[in-house]
């Protein structure tokens, strides 16, 4: 039903019409489609500093020092100046007006890495609640270091990351998680998951996830270790019982034979100093060996289905790392599992990937999709939100626009599924680049509401990613009648001088209340970012 857009006509109805129940977010958020952006400063003066993002509630803008040394934290403040002519908007804006200080201000700047280690400036994460905010330093990776004390050969080893929890009201570092002699994948949050106050961090190197809870207090206190052992007397038994076995020195005990399971199967010894399967890896492969000795009830066939699906695929499977992890809920977590190398490939998707759901309470793996699994990506498609896992405090990114959740975002993926060549192929990319998903990885701006705005994906979205830049501007159109461009977002002035020579990175800040976006274009060669300001006048 066409509804007028002029936004007094629409004050008007909100004071004489009630939304219906569970409605009144939307209706308020209908009012972005008249509050948009319709004014741009380009090149503004501003400090030589790396911005990160706004946290979810708006209050706060977050930047690094070019150096990554320095965590630089500032207050969105609107522009106000002074204008003795009756129609303001006919005019120029004061040169004042026209400098990051009249949009920000500046809190506090708090030092965090040391002389060798820097700031991992892709790394945030925002407790909204608390207010608090979690960063990492970390020194320079060493790569294809030697596989010492357990370690995984052919990951990175970085000698000291520290996760430093900040009261971002006064810039007061509350408390630290140092690991030593591990690799954890910082970027855009990948290898760390916070879900209300638990936070996971994968060890890609140590194959280790370390749940951790942050109190009220402010202080990060470990719960649990998901790897090696996954009960917490687990190490406890296995050392009181090292007493019982034939060698006397009971650091050798991980130098046990494994234990032959008789089903009727022909194994071949194995060798003395192979070492126990991790407690996580010995549940998963318990796992799919159970599910398929459960497929036949007779004997002859079950031995023949578990020679041919488990025994000729064993190596492969006790091969699996874990790459990524989320929670799903407090007490169950989505478990990413493939090869080494995809472990820290940039383009990961080509890798065969497996998919765990790990029930923390019980240690059990409850859940197993191969790679490529249709009912997962059927569980996906239909309750995309379920996988956002969003903290309960955070009521902005509820309202995150998803397949699950808006028919445009839906009518579109199908779109790229009716075109894909192969099924198998789009389900497999799918799901290998959307799941697990990374923490607080998109903006909760209404802009990106596709209920509101219809935009080019390939050029922007609420995915905070780096993109490609372009000459063109950036249109939001209206998703209903009368279609109109609301708003568009270009990087440069329309008569600036472009050098094509030039390779230029863009990436884009939306705050996610205020009709305010940063448009920042990056170039090579370490040259100064150029910032431009998007605002409503």
Not at 191 to 210: K, M, P
Not at 316 to 327: N, P, S
Not at 382 to 390: E, K, M, P, V, Y
Not at 502 to 520: A, E, Y
């Amino acid at each position: 039903m066409f509804r007028r857009s002029n936004i007094t006509a629409r004050i008007f109805q909100r004071q004489i019409c009630t939304p219906a129940p569970g409605t009144s977010v939307h209706c308020a958020r209908r009012f972005y489609e008249n509050l948009v952006p319709s004014c741009t400063i380009f090149d503004v003066e501003c400090p030589d500093q790396s911005f990160c993002k706004f946290t979810d509630d708006g209050q706060y803008l977050i930047s690094f020092s070019r150096n990554q040394q320095n965590l630089i934290v500032y207050r969105p403040t609107w522009l106000s100046f002074s204008c003795k002519e009756e129609d303001c908007d006919a005019f120029d804006l004061p040169p004042k007006a026209k400098r990051f200080e009249s949009f920000f201000t500046r809190l506090y700047s708090v030092s965090l890495a040391s002389s060798n280690a820097v700031i991992c400036k892709d790394f945030f994460l925002y407790m909204e609640g608390n207010h608090y905010g979690i960063f990492a330093t970390s020194t320079l990776p060493i790569h294809e270091p030697p596989a010492t004390g357990g370690a995984i050969q052919g990951i990175p080893y970085i000698e000291k990351i520290t996760f430093h929890l900040i009261r971002l009201e006064d810039g007061f570092v509350l408390d630290e998680k140092i690991l030593h002699n591990d690799f954890v994948n910082l970027t855009h949050n990948m290898g760390v998951f916070l879900y209300d106050d638990l936070l996971a961090i994968v060890s890609l190197r140590n194959q280790t996830i370390h749940i951790l809870q942050i109190r009220d207090s402010g202080n990060l206190v470990d719960v649990r270790t998901i790897g090696e052992f996954c009960h917490e007397d687990d190490e406890l038994f296995l050392n009181s019982n090292a007493q019982c076995l034939a060698f006397p020195d009971k650091s050798k005990l991980h130098q046990l034979p494994r234990i032959n399971v008789q089903n009727g199967l022909q194994h071949s010894q194995p060798n003395l100093e192979d070492s126990f399967l991790t407690g996580i890896k010995q549940r998963l492969l318990s796992f799919i060996f159970q599910g398929i000795w459960n497929e036949e009830k007779d004997h002859t066939l079950r031995v023949q289905c578990l020679k041919k699906k488990f025994y000729y695929h064993f190596q492969d499977y006790a091969d699996l790392i874990i790459w990524k992890v989320q929670f799903l809920d407090r007490h169950h977590l989505l478990i990413k599992f493939g090869s080494v190398d995809g472990g820290v490939s940039r383009n990961a998707d080509q890798h065969p990937a497996f998919f765990a759901v790990y029930n923390m309470e019980t240690t059990d793996i409850i859940a197993f999709y191969q790679n490529s699994p249709e009912e997962l990506y059927l569980l996906f498609e239909q309750f995309c939100d379920h996988f956002h896992a969003t903290s309960r405090n955070s009521l902005s990114m509820n309202f995150v626009s998803s397949h699950s959740n808006n028919i445009h975002a839906l009518e579109q993926l199908r779109c790229v599924k009716n075109k894909a060549s192969s099924s198998s192929q789009f389900v497999k990319k799918m799901l290998s680049s959307s799941l697990p998903y990374s923490c607080q990885s998109q903006s909760p701006s209404p802009y990106f509401d596709q209920s509101l705005f219809r935009f080019d994906e390939k050029l922007i979205s609420a995915t905070n990613r780096h993109r490609q830049s372009t000459d063109h501007p950036i249109k939001f159109i209206l998703r209903r009648q009368p279609y109109s461009l609301k708003f568009k977002i270009k990087t440069g002035p329309e008569a600036g001088n472009t050098d094509g020579r030039t390779k230029k990175i863009s990436s884009f800040l939306f705050h996610p209340i205020l009709p305010l976006v940063l448009s920042i274009q990056h170039t090579l060669f370490l040259q100064p970012s150029v910032l431009n300001i998007h605002f409503r006048r």
